[in-house]
């Protein structure tokens, strides 16, 4: 039977309508049309004639969507929602349920505001594939949906949802991930918010107001099992204390026979109320990292002490050539947090270089500033007589280089001006490069076992990039103005990055080992056609013949497309 066809050339898709019959039993082209590009098949409507062309061709994107959609059977998002905000009597137009997941599947393909989400959704197959009012996705009617939800309600949405995505692909994990993150908005500063306020941003927008962020993590899949939205400008160890009794209990649910569990987090967490929180959880235990600069005995320990890790990273090093960079660790106990733990100082090579070279071309910036400072004061420049206004000008050329002024001493004796390089607090300094301390109390584990997962915080880290890309999910910057739509913002970004997370570990499961986005990005290629012949008043639909990649997606989710561009379940 004919069926849409698409190559590439070029870069850009061309068609053809192509018949595939079985010659002595193999599958052969015996018929190729060349129909153009998607442009020339949109004429076709106006230049059929009666010997019975198509009439009209319609083609959307498909696969994006079809995918949303696979996982929205299987998440089941909507009745997540509605279980939580059931429809109101007098309420017309979609649930609120529906609402979340026109967003999320959105930010999934090409996230959009809701303004611009009308138009992007009449460019899909979203009728072939969850048939819905186009005209009802609006900002006014999100306002006026979102507004229902609650924190509250909120909060219980996201429980049900995480529940379920444990329930489905989590198992029982032995280690789990915290780590927060920060969303800048434009929101004006008059504008009443609990959430938007301005602190510290990691991206460098601390003149915005932001909201941020924190996330539990599975280690084993990287799934999120947690998230909730706090204000911006809320310390780490703090939003730790007032959601660890929340994720305990999404822990205590995935550990039922309270089998030895590990949360790892940053230094920024490792307060003395949040450590002692887990010591008195039998079953909980930590890994976490301490600033050399508050352990400095343990951070210069000489490297003589120290051995390679056989972990995969070394392994890889080695298999490239590259064993001088190896990582090596270093094994002792101290008290910390008014006990007992194990501590693994670890030491990256290559880091350590980069330190170093980073600090050689600031130490020389600085030693060029003060030759400058010295001929100014020689010379009796007006503002250059006063020995405290140089010592001021000095440290504020560290703090421009984000440098201590403990490297140089500056002397002013009989009318001169001198200055000297402190040897020992450089060499200080360099005796922490590349360091990095880790402190656990799982005394019993190897020092392979406790750094892996240290560095398995890529993990998470990495949620959080994906989470801010321009392309997918699109977290930030944060276009709602009160605290009911930022929440909804935040869990609807939440179940995206879950939704794409998921989909990588479906499509590696059919042997295709691509990110969410790579696979979201050839699924937006792939499109339906909506066929109208000449007397015949219902159309037919035809899925345009797909790639290999696209044909691996489909069969994660138990679908193939036919001889006849019929999309159908595997046999």
């Not at 002792?332 to 600090?359: D, M």
Request: hydrophobic share 40%; aromatic share 10%; glycine share 6%.
């Amino acid at each position: 039977m004919p069926h849409l066809h698409r190559k590439i050339k070029k870069g850009r898709p061309y068609y053809y309508i192509r018949e595939i019959r079985r010659v002595n039993g193999k599958p052969t082209v015996v018929s190729q049309v060349y129909l153009g590009t998607i442009g020339k098949i949109l004429q076709m409507r106006q230049e059929a004639d009666a010997a019975g062309k198509p009439a009209k061709l319609q083609v959307r994107e498909f696969g994006s969507l079809w995918v949303a959609h696979q996982l929205e059977r299987e998440l089941n998002t909507i009745g997540a929602v509605d279980a939580v905000v059931p429809p109101d009597k007098r309420e017309t137009g979609p649930s609120v349920g529906e609402y979340f997941f026109f967003a999320w599947a959105n930010r999934m393909a090409e996230p959009c505001s809701k303004n611009a989400l009308e138009a992007f959704y009449r460019r899909t197959a979203v009728q072939g594939i969850r048939p819905v009012d186009i005209g009802e996705l609006t900002s006014e009617r999100y306002w006026d949906k979102w507004n229902r939800v609650s924190e509250t309600a909120a909060e219980e949405i996201a429980r049900r949802f995480f529940r379920r995505v444990a329930a489905l692909y989590a198992g029982r994990p032995e280690g789990v991930l915290f780590d927060t993150t920060n969303n800048y908005t434009f929101m004006a500063s008059k504008t009443k918010s609990e959430l938007a306020r301005r602190g510290k941003n990691k991206e460098g927008r601390d003149n915005l107001r932001q909201i941020g962020v924190a996330l539990l993590v599975d280690r084993d899949t990287a799934l999120p099992l947690y998230c909730k939205a706090f204000p911006g400008n809320m310390h780490d160890s703090k939003v730790f204390a007032q959601t660890a009794d929340e994720m305990m209990a999404v822990l205590g649910e995935l550990n039922p026979a309270k089998l030895r569990m590990t949360v790892v987090f940053d230094k920024g967490v490792n307060s003395l109320d949040n450590i002692r929180y887990i010591d008195d959880k039998p079953h909980v235990h930590f890994i976490t990292t301490y600033s050399n600069h508050f352990a400095p005995d343990i951070a210069g320990a000489d490297l003589k002490n120290f051995a390679p890790l056989d972990i995969e990273k070394n392994r890889r090093l080695e298999e490239r050539g590259k064993a001088k960079d190896k990582i090596l660790a270093w094994r002792t106990r101290a008290p910390f947090w008014g006990k007992e733990r194990t501590v693994v100082v670890t030491y990256n090579p290559a880091t350590a270089r980069k330190q170093r070279y980073t600090l050689d071309q600031k130490l020389e910036t600085l030693r060029e500033t003060l030759l400058e400072f010295r001929a100014n004061f020689r010379a009796s420049q007006p503002h250059w007589r006063d020995p405290d206004a140089i010592r001021d000008r000095y440290i504020r050329a560290c703090e421009e280089l984000y440098i201590g002024s403990q490297y140089y001493h500056i002397e002013f004796t009989a009318g001169e001006m001198s200055f000297r390089k402190d040897l020992y607090q450089v060499a200080r300094s360099q005796s922490f490069f590349g360091k990095n301390i880790i402190i656990t109390d799982n005394h019993d584990w190897s020092n392979e076992s406790i750094v892996q997962l240290s560095l398995d915080r890529y993990l998470i880290e990495h949620s959080f990039r994906s989470g801010k890309s321009r392309h997918h999910v699109q977290m930030r910057p944060v276009h709602h103005w009160t605290d009911s739509k930022l929440r909804c913002h935040i869990l609807t970004c939440a179940m995206t990055l879950t939704a794409m997370k998921i989909l990588e570990i479906k499509a590696a499961a059919a042997g295709l080992k691509m990110t969410a986005p790579a696979i979201m990005q050839e699924m937006r290629a792939l499109h339906s056609v909506l066929v109208w012949q000449k007397g015949k008043k219902q159309p037919h639909w035809m899925i345009e013949e797909p790639s290999e990649t696209q044909q691996l997606v489909l069969k994660a989710f138990g679908h193939f497309v036919n001889a006849d561009g019929v999309l159908q379940p595997l046999p």
